[in-house]
């Protein structure tokens, strides 16, 4: 079975994923004042970070276009499935669909999947491994199709904890007196995502204390937890990542455990020290 895996630039693999040729990421373009950042192998997230700290305003990003998922299609495999961040979040699924019909105009029928991860960073990666799984193991592209449908809508779930709630803050996805709040108080909040759509579930007075009440979710609210495999997706700080594996191996005897980096995009709301779990 030949096959591919597409993924925007918040599909966040690891380092050896990259080198898989099964894997190819298409970037998005991030934008701090005037400065634009390609959000590809070129990113320098320390420098990136140095920049959103210098500027008073939040950093933007734009998806990639049509024409470049059009481009992404054309090649040899026979399977192309293609994993995008959350549709409430960013445009990257509507291009990417734009893309599949414009293809299909050209070139005529074929197997693109066009699949709304209803989430960011570690749950794209979390999809992209199943994905990878089910097409080493032979199985049919609808059936895989279905099985990533039910898994994303029914079993997965993303949490996160972040130590700045600034660009969630000036990208309206809270209120301006919920961030203050937080911010004032050292009240760190445990967030999760519902059909892609941020939502809160505790809260706690430091960082360290809430991702203790994250991966305690995030383990509760799992079903046959020790089956599955949790990527832990971190922004410049390794450390509390590794402090999430440990806490969340302390719970359960999970298959395995990942951790990976952000790039731009997670980058961009994570902000530095974020901290995001998919499960």
Avoid at 205 to 222: D, F, P, Q, T, Y
């Amino acid at each position: 079975m030949s096959y591919k895996i597409i993924g925007d630039s918040c599909m966040d693999i690891t380092a050896e994923m990259r080198r898989d040729p099964h894997f190819q990421i298409i970037p998005l373009t991030l934008q701090v004042d005037d400065v634009q950042v390609i959000d590809d192998e070129t990113f320098d997230q320390k420098r990136f970070l140095e920049l959103v700290r210098n500027s008073p305003n939040c950093p933007k990003t734009a998806c990639p276009s049509p024409e470049t998922f059009k481009q992404a299609y054309q090649c040899e495999e026979e399977d192309v499935f293609v994993i995008t961040l959350s549709s409430p979040l960013s445009g990257s699924y509507n291009s990417a669909m734009v893309g599949k019909k414009m293809y299909e105009e050209e070139f005529g029928p074929k197997h693109i999947a066009v699949i709304d991860s209803w989430s960011a960073s570690p749950g794209e990666m979390r999809l992209a491994m199943m994905i990878q799984e089910y097409c080493e193991a032979g199985m049919a592209f609808e059936e895989i199709v279905e099985k990533i449908e039910a898994f994303k809508t029914e079993k997965m779930r993303t949490y996160f904890v972040l130590e700045s709630l600034d660009a969630l803050k000036k990208n309206g996805r809270l209120t301006g007196l919920s961030a203050f709040i937080a911010t004032a108080l050292n009240i760190k909040p445990v967030m999760s995502a519902e059909k892609g759509v941020i939502i809160k579930l505790d809260q706690a007075r430091g960082i360290n204390k809430a991702l203790i009440k994250m991966c305690a979710a995030a383990v509760e609210r799992a079903d046959h937890p020790e089956e599955r495999i949790p990527v832990i997706a971190h922004c410049n700080n390794r450390e509390r990542a590794e402090l999430v594996k440990e806490e969340l191996l302390r719970l359960v005897d999970f298959r395995d455990v990942l951790i990976t980096e952000t790039a731009g995009v997670a980058t961009v709301y994570a902000s530095d020290g974020g901290i995001i779990l998919a499960i």
